[in-house]
């Protein structure tokens, strides 16, 4: 079986985040992609999937971040199967105020923010493996 390819659907977004006011600089976004890619081997990446965080949008109106990433799943190897799925979705992050504030919230555990993120992955995962197994 060869590669597929499988959006999720995921959040609708009212206000289009590329014309939505932006308001953590390009090197605060990097820092919390850093920050959840760097957590992740410990909390989601321990799963059936590999995660690559590629963007984090943030608008001022809404006081809502979109992180944008794509799941990979690497099917059992053998003679018949060694597929690879890959899944793009995002999760919406609530209620961000400021860099500060999303940076010392996002990975706090017990915290609203890190449990939303947290069953946001889940869900996703859970969706992904509804995608590969009617494949």
């Excluded at 979109?66 to 999760?91: I, P, Q």
Aim: proline letters at 1%.
């Amino acid at each position: 079986m060869g590669r597929a390819v499988f959006p999720i659907l995921a959040v609708l977004v009212i206000t289009p985040v590329s014309r939505a006011t932006e308001y953590l600089s390009k090197s605060e976004r990097q820092a919390i992609l850093d920050r959840i890619d760097n957590a992740c081997g410990d909390i989601w990446c321990e799963s059936d999937f590999n995660y690559d965080f590629k963007s984090l949008n943030c608008a001022v109106e809404s006081h809502t971040c979109v992180l944008k990433f794509e799941m990979t799943y690497f099917a059992a190897s053998s003679e018949s199967d060694n597929g690879e799925f890959r899944f793009t979705s995002t999760c919406t992050i609530s209620d961000v105020q400021s860099f500060q504030s999303l940076s010392d919230q996002i990975l706090a555990d017990g915290n609203t923010k890190y449990e939303a993120l947290d069953a946001c992955f889940e869900k996703r995962q859970q969706q992904a493996y509804q995608l590969i197994s009617s494949d």
